[in-house]
């Protein structure tokens, strides 16, 4: 029986149990053939498509609808993989509304894009459920590289890597690959365990092996590395959280909202995680959307969360907004905490008003909360990293650091805009510089 | 409401959608509805001689060609005439017709070329009160194989003998199908008009294989692995129908022939256009197979409300009214110039209309950074591919130029005089030399 959702503090269970497998469903159920048919035809095949454009990995959007239209949805799914290898992925997770469905020109005209996101999914689920792995090794090379973080970044530039003929070794600080894909992701984003699975699939393009739990900084210097391999790509993603500066807010029951994503999306029983009854999220992101979404889900009975700035500077999207929204999360604007009031745990989170210049109204706000999520951003951490570029690993256009033979890419790196796709690309971009670099020293 | 009632060769209807000869007139269950549903006649599927009927296949009978969504575009059958005994036919014609005398009813009929066959049927047909007889001159598959069919329409002077027959026979008006299935339906067409045909109808199917199975190496529909030629039809047929139908209201020979217009008529402007092009009336059968019989609803306000915006008050005042208008090529004015425009505000910026003029057309369309397209007078012909790509309805359009103005393409001045190809000085069989000669 589940307990009653009045019930004050951090507690499991709030929920009758099918209500959990409801909630954390897929947010978007994968299109069958016919809806994939239909969908395709919408497409106009555009000359030198905007949505094309708006893809940070270039994927050849009309193609792949075009092949899907005529029966050949991994002939679709090679379009998409040979240019975003994490594809399947980016199918679920990319905000797709701000990106290629924010320019389909069927949007600009009608309001309705084509739905190029599930058609990406449609024609990757296709291929990847076959097992089937559409690349093959070059020769090898006899070059080794270090890939550090097995997020999006470091994967997609290990894929590259190895299709090329290196052999690749992927470092990365977790018990499992993925990075965000694995750990910092809304379940219902990526449900059913897609991300170890489309890991799994990645591999067997064959030369990549990984070393889990090792943390580069801890246990092996960037020094070390350098030695040891021809080059170097760091991806190791921003592991820091940034804190409130309120006061309080080492008060029990506020954490960090990418641990309570992280802890979420490893816990095989959502029954069993506690959620408090008032949950405040803080931030404006898609970490904070997430938060929030998935506390409600979980059966918090009031979800709030706060922004310091207007909607329409969110980084989340409208359609996360309109979704956190549907959830019964209300959205507050323009309110920056002050204080985390409560004794030993929070119990309540006091905000002041700000004006569109962050300038203090004088106008108070306090919400009751037995738990506190900050979602206000993630920071670089690391010992003797190349350059930095303000908070950032600094980079060329094809991922180049001060230093020699290293590389970086993903959220670590400047440059960007700490998206999926982006850091895919990112990846993909370093691989190919990498191998030039190393290949043209070679001959 | 316009009056859409017509008159056919004196066969009178409500309105001038029939129903063509084929599958939705094989019985009278569909016959009633249809009625009921509101079309003004119906051709019966075609009648073959007493005895034991033809068989159909039993595997599929019809293919299909399809547009987006899968929006059928193209039908073809292979299916024979009517299956079932003659007499069982007749019996149900006669009971339709008696409960809906207001509605015209033909009965297609196809019988061995043979004097005997014809003046033995003729009776029994009369005999329902049917208002008149088609002569199925175009069925191209099965039929055809055993000397009926298409294997008369192709040959003009079986088509003469066999109307004359009729003619002979019968007091019932006589309407003769064409087959397409031909290199000039003009022979056809004036065959039948001396043997003394009241009308002819047009087109009948067109010998097509709709698709092949790549897996059992099959034409497509595939019956046991194997698959024949079938009768293709629906809206992709229309064009070639549209010729076939104006090419007979325009010639001398046979101008003034009344027309059933006949090929992929889906909506009510296929129809009016069919009408304006020469056709008394016309036939539908695939838009019916398609979406039931209750398009005609949309066929009969559709041209209704047509007529009413022109102010037109019978059908009879669209009729041929585009004949005059068709000619041949070389009546064409070399002299009109007319250049591509898009409207901006309608654009989308697809840019389809680039990428058709840039790699297959005239590279008269310019692509800026932030994709507006603009045509480029300079290299624009006016051939169209721009207008025909654009998936945007009246987005771009071709404007003719003033008279006085200066096509930058060749850099004369647009003359008023017409001018077309008999009088160009590039045609070594010029009859005269045009004063301000075209490009």
């Not at chain 1, 750990?183 to 699939?201: C, L």
């Not at chain 1, 210097?221 to 993603?237: I, N, Q, R, S, W």
């Not at chain 2, 051709?43 to 009978?61: A, C, I």
Request: charged share 20%; aromatic share 6%.
């Amino acid at each position: 029986m589940a307990r009653d959702v009045f019930e004050p503090g951090i507690v499991p269970g709030r929920l009758e149990p099918q209500a959990y497998g409801e909630g954390f469903s897929d947010l978007h159920p994968p299109l069958d053939e016919h809806e994939a048919l239909v969908a395709a035809d919408r497409c106009y095949f555009c000359h030198d498509a905007p949505c094309m454009t708006a893809c940070p990995t270039d994927i050849d959007i009309p193609l792949f609808i075009r092949q899907i239209a005529t029966g050949t949805p991994d002939a679709a799914a090679k379009t998409i993989l040979s240019q975003n290898i994490l594809g399947g992925m980016c199918a679920r997770v990319c905000p797709t509304e701000t990106l290629c469905e924010e320019v389909c020109v069927r949007e600009v005209a009608e309001g309705k894009p084509v739905l190029i996101g599930q058609l990406q999914r449609y024609a990757t689920d296709h291929l990847q459920q076959q097992g089937k792995h559409p690349f093959e090794r070059a020769a090898a090379t006899g070059k080794r590289i270090a890939v550090v973080g097995a997020g999006p970044a470091g994967l997609s530039c290990a894929h590259r890597l190895a299709m090329l003929g290196h052999d690749v070794e992927i470092i990365d600080a977790r018990p499992k690959p993925g990075g965000l894909n694995e750990y910092g992701i809304a379940a219902y984003k990526t449900p059913n365990g897609f991300a170890q699975a489309e890991v799994d699939w990645l591999m067997q393009i064959g030369g990549i092996s990984f070393r889990h739990e090792v943390a580069v900084g801890r246990d092996v210097t960037l020094e070390e590395l350098k030695t040891d391999y021809d080059a170097v790509f760091l991806g190791m993603g921003l592991v820091g959280v940034n804190a409130l500066g309120a006061e309080g807010e080492d008060k029990a029951g506020v954490a960090n909202a990418v641990d309570f994503i992280s802890e979420l999306r490893q816990t095989g029983d959502m029954s069993k995680l506690p959620i408090g009854r008032d949950v405040v999220v803080i931030g404006g992101g898609m970490t904070a959307v997430d938060a929030a979404v998935q506390a409600k889900l979980l059966g918090a009975l009031n979800v709030t969360l706060v922004y310091r700035r207007g909607r329409d500077r969110m980084n989340a999207s409208v359609f996360e907004q309109d979704l956190a929204a549907s959830k019964g999360v209300r959205i507050v604007t323009h309110a920056v905490p002050i204080a985390v009031h409560g004794n030993g745990s929070v119990r309540e989170i006091e905000f002041e008003y700000v004006d569109e210049g962050m300038k203090g109204t004088g106008e108070r706000l306090r919400l009751q909360a037995d738990q506190v999520f900050k979602a206000i951003g993630q920071t670089l951490m690391g010992e003797g990293l190349p350059e930095l570029d303000g908070r950032k690993i600094k980079v060329d256009g094809t991922g180049r650091t001060s230093l020699d033979r290293v590389w970086a890419g993903g959220d670590c790196a400047s440059g960007g805009d700490d998206l999926t796709v982006t850091a895919v690309a990112e990846g993909r971009d370093a691989a190919m510089d990498i191998h030039t670099t190393l290949m043209g020293a070679a001959g | 409401m316009a009056d859409l009632r017509s008159d056919f060769i004196g066969i009178k209807s409500p309105n001038p959608f029939w129903l063509a000869s084929a599958p939705p007139t094989d019985k009278e269950y569909n016959v009633r509805r249809a009625y009921e549903a509101g079309w003004g006649g119906v051709v019966w599927k075609t009648l073959g001689m007493e005895g034991p009927p033809v068989v159909n296949v039993n595997g599929p009978r019809y293919g299909a060609i399809y547009g987006a969504d899968r929006r059928l575009l193209g039908l073809n059958n292979i299916e024979l005439i009517t299956d079932r005994p003659l007499e069982v036919n007749l019996r149900e014609m006669k009971a339709v017709k008696r409960d809906y005398p207001d509605r015209a009813l033909i009965a297609s009929i196809m019988v061995p070329c043979e004097e005997e066959a014809w003046k033995a049927i003729l009776p029994h047909v009369e005999e329902t009160g049917a208002d008149g007889i088609e002569l199925n001159f175009g069925c191209p598959h099965g039929m055809a194989e055993r000397g009926m069919g298409s294997a008369v329409g192709q040959v003009p002077e079986y088509i003469e003998m066999v109307t004359r027959w009729c003619k002979m026979y019968t007091r019932m008006p006589v309407i003769v199908k064409l087959t397409p299935n031909i290199t000039n339906v003009l022979y056809p067409a004036e065959a039948a008009k001396r043997g003394g045909a009241d009308a002819v109808s047009l087109i009948n199917t067109i010998n097509s294989i709709t698709s092949v199975d790549l897996d059992l190496f099959s034409p497509e529909p595939m019956i046991d692995g194997k698959g024949t030629h079938g009768g293709y039809c629906g809206p992709a047929v229309k064009p070639i129908a549209l010729n076939m139908v104006a090419e007979i209201a325009r010639n001398p020979e046979t101008h003034g022939l009344p027309i059933s217009g006949i090929g992929g008529v889906t909506t009510w402007r296929d129809a009016a256009e069919f009408l304006a092009l020469g056709a008394g009336n016309v036939q539908v059968c695939t838009a019916a197979m398609t979406y039931g019989f209750k398009v005609v609803q949309e066929m009969i306000s559709g041209l209704s409300e047509y007529m009413d915006e022109k102010g037109m008050t019978s059908v009879d005042e669209i009729v041929g009214r585009a004949v005059p208008n068709v000619t041949d090529w070389n009546q064409l004015n070399l002299n009109y110039v007319a250049k591509a425009k898009i409207d901006q505000d309608l654009c989308i910026s697809c840019g389809r209309c680039f990428a058709a003029c840039e790699d297959t057309s005239h590279q008269a369309i310019a692509m800026s950074e932030d994709r507006t397209f603009t045509v480029i007078d300079e290299e624009c012909v006016a051939c169209n591919l721009c207008v025909n790509v654009c998936p945007v309805e009246d987005c771009i359009s071709m404007e003719p130029l003033a008279a006085g103005a200066t096509d930058l393409r060749t850099g004369k001045t647009v003359t008023p005089d017409y001018a077309n190809w008999t009088t160009h000085p590039n045609n070594p069989s010029a009859k005269a030399v045009a004063v301000e000669p075209a490009e």
